[in-house]
């Protein structure tokens, strides 16, 4: 048999460096301060490592603006931390991930300092020019965090295009001397040990802005193809692409083994289940769960055999699942244990976004001074003008605000919830004296423990990992239940999503493998009375 690929049984763990761990009292968390929680990462079992950037920006985007690719940022630490970083990583069995960001450099980078000098200049064309005026864009495409994407460049008069903050241009990928540089960037940090790539927004690189085409252009799947050739794809490594435009047969385009791309992708489909459609994430609706479970089921059995899906309910870019679909009061270790079930049990290598394990929650906003990322404020400002109320922008943004999820780590009661000894760059949650690691580890039944345990189970047993995916009661309102078979094994995993209880109906017993609620070793599957938001995984017997 064919040796299947190690991250096929592995859970990725997120950090977003800035919140995780301070270690010299500067309120901003950093690389000494990862080292010094290795022994946490190991607890939990996860085996690799997501490093959101840590390189020198100006933090226009909090490090997804990078003015260069080869050094670590001041506020991070230096390239010593980060090579002792991946060594101890190493010796415990943990890999690095890292987090590139291709699709665009800061305005600070080298590249953008010396491009936008002249129109001669020999980075000029790293980037994307265009004639206009003082008062015409070259046309009416927009950036993700409001207004135009195209910035007029004074010292020569055109303009450059940026899909996102306007420090943020965006990079020529039709450049061939662009792409080898980019080439040799990549492989100076394989030679440095990381294990991976997680690609930030891959889907744009092949854009054609004067065809208006943004995600999905005609090279793209070249240029990631000459990508795999040049760097990763001789070694053994994982690579993930962010790809916010994807549907299942573009999945299937960067995930199948033999087109040697990526091996496998961040599609968002099923997290716009709250959301109207052809809208954007701040046009709020009630969570339409049908769409949400038979989404997850379509990239299921589109992918099967053919691809590899991620799974992943939080990011740095998400809120809290807990508060977003689960319940952050009364039922919160109920709730997250649920929708921890519900994710793991899939077919896909999972992914845990920091303090998701312990189910962290989302930030009580209360004014617009309270954030701090530049799409939740551009928006406020930009909805304001367009006679949007107060209070709605209030709710979409305490809703779905990307600073939900960038709160600084809980890690126990005491001074900045353990984060850091000197003033945090942003606010702390006040409900960390009840929800941390210090509490959840001293806790055998925490959300924590209950990670650790799907964990294991992804190791042991090969029915997670390979076994075939079938949705059962599609229709169903409240139960979230399907089946996965491997060999003669037939697993079970049935959770109720809701608050309220509900019956589930099938056949059979079952031994129980895991359960968020105390269930007899074996149960009659006649009919299930879930309690609220009861999650199972059995074994048909
Ligand atoms: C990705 C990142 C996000 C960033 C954007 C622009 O979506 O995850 O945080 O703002 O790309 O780089
Ligand atoms: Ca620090």
Same mark, same amino acid.
């Given at each position: 048999m064919m040796k299947e690929k190690w991250w096929k049984h592995s859970v990725v763990y997120q950090i977003y460096p800035r919140s995780f761990c301070d270690?010299?009292?500067?309120?901003?968390?950093?690389?000494?301060?990862?080292?010094?929680?290795?022994?946490?990462?190991?607890?939990?079992?996860?085996?690799?490592?997501?490093?959101?950037?840590?390189?020198?920006?100006?933090?226009?985007?909090?490090?997804?603006?990078?003015?260069?690719?080869?050094?670590?940022?001041?506020?991070?630490?230096?390239?010593?931390d980060m090579k002792k970083l991946i060594q101890e990583c190493e010796n415990c069995g943990i890999n690095i991930m890292?987090?590139?960001?291709?699709?665009?450099?800061?305005?600070?980078?080298?590249?953008?300092?010396?491009?936008?000098?002249?129109?001669?200049?020999?980075?000029?064309?790293?980037?994307?020019?265009?004639?206009?005026?003082?008062?015409?864009?070259p046309n009416d495409m927009t950036s993700c965090f409001g207004g135009s994407a195209w910035?007029?460049?004074? @010292?020569?008069?055109?303009?450059?295009?940026?899909?996102?903050?306007?420090?943020?241009?965006?990079?020529?990928?039709?450049? @061939?001397?662009?792409?080898?540089?980019?080439?040799?960037?990549?492989?100076?940090?394989?030679?440095?040990?990381?294990?991976?790539?997680?690609?930030?927004?891959?889907?744009?690189?092949?854009?054609?802005p004067d065809q208006k085409i943004k995600e999905n252009g005609p090279k793209l799947h070249n240029y990631l193809q000459e990508m795999n050739k040049k760097t990763f794809g001789s070694k053994d490594m994982v690579t993930v692409g962010e790809c916010w435009g994807a549907d299942t047969e573009i999945g299937k385009l960067y995930s199948a083994?033999?087109?040697?791309?990526?091996?496998?992708?961040?599609?968002?489909?099923?997290?716009?289940?709250?959301q109207i459609e052809g809208k954007q994430k701040w046009d709020l609706k009630p969570l339409d769960f049908i769409y949400l479970k038979n989404t997850f089921a379509k990239w299921q059995r589109e992918l099967e055999g053919k691809g590899w899906n991620s799974l992943f309910w939080n990011s740095h870019d998400l809120p809290r699942i807990v508060s977003r679909w689960g319940n952050d009061k009364q039922y919160r270790v109920e709730?997250?244990?649920?929708?921890?079930?519900?994710?793991?049990?899939?077919?896909?290598?999972?992914?845990?976004?920091?303090?998701?394990?312990?189910?962290?929650?989302?930030?009580?906003?209360?004014?617009?001074e309270d954030f701090a990322d530049i799409e939740a404020i551009n928006m406020y400002y930009e909805r304001k003008q367009m006679g949007y109320s107060e209070k709605d922008i209030m709710k979409s943004l305490c809703t779905k605000a990307r600073d939900n999820a960038r709160t600084p780590m809980q890690w126990n009661t005491s001074y900045q919830a353990g984060f850091t000894e000197g003033t945090p760059w942003y606010h702390i949650n006040p409900n960390y004296t009840k929800i941390n690691v210090e509490m959840a580890l001293e806790d055998k039944n925490s959300i924590f423990y209950y990670y650790q345990k799907l964990i294991k189970l992804r190791k042991?047993?090969?029915?997670?990992?390979?076994?075939?995916?079938?949705?059962?009661c599609p229709e169903?309102?409240?139960?979230?239940?399907?089946?996965?078979?491997?060999?003669?094994?037939?697993?079970i995993v049935i959770c109720n999503f809701y608050e309220k209880s509900t019956e589930f109906l099938y056949?059979?017993?079952?031994?129980?493998?895991?359960?968020?609620?105390?269930?007899?070793?074996?149960?009659?599957?006649?009919?299930?009375k879930l309690r609220p938001y009861e999650a199972i995984i059995c074994e048909l017997i």
């Open positions: 270690s010299n009292a500067d309120g901003i968390g950093d690389i000494n301060g990862i080292r010094s929680k290795l022994w946490y990462l190991k607890e939990l079992g996860i085996d690799i490592i997501w490093l959101s950037p840590v390189y020198p920006s100006p933090n226009a985007d909090n490090g997804y603006d990078i003015s260069d690719y080869y050094g670590i940022s001041s506020e991070f630490g230096t390239i010593e890292m987090d590139l960001v291709l699709n665009h450099t800061s305005d600070e980078h080298t590249w953008f300092i010396e491009a936008k000098k002249s129109i001669n200049n020999p980075y000029r064309d790293y980037y994307i020019w265009r004639k206009g005026n003082a008062d015409n864009e910035e007029y460049s004074q @010292e020569t008069g055109e303009y450059y295009l940026h899909f996102y903050h306007k420090k943020q241009p965006d990079l020529n990928w039709e450049n @061939e001397k662009m792409r080898a540089e980019i080439w040799s960037m990549m492989n100076y940090w394989i030679d440095m040990g990381v294990r991976g790539f997680r690609l930030d927004v891959i889907d744009v690189i092949g854009k054609i083994p033999d087109r040697k791309e990526l091996d496998m992708i961040f599609q968002f489909e099923q997290m716009q289940a709250d709730a997250a244990k649920m929708l921890a079930t519900v994710l793991h049990g899939m077919k896909g290598t999972p992914y845990i976004y920091q303090g998701e394990e312990i189910g962290m929650t989302n930030y009580p906003f209360s004014t617009i042991e047993e090969d029915i997670l990992v390979y076994g075939t995916f079938e949705l059962l169903d309102k409240h139960i979230f239940a399907y089946i996965r078979k491997w060999n003669e094994k037939i697993w056949s059979g017993k079952a031994k129980v493998i895991l359960s968020n609620y105390k269930q007899e070793t074996t149960i009659s599957l006649e009919q299930i």
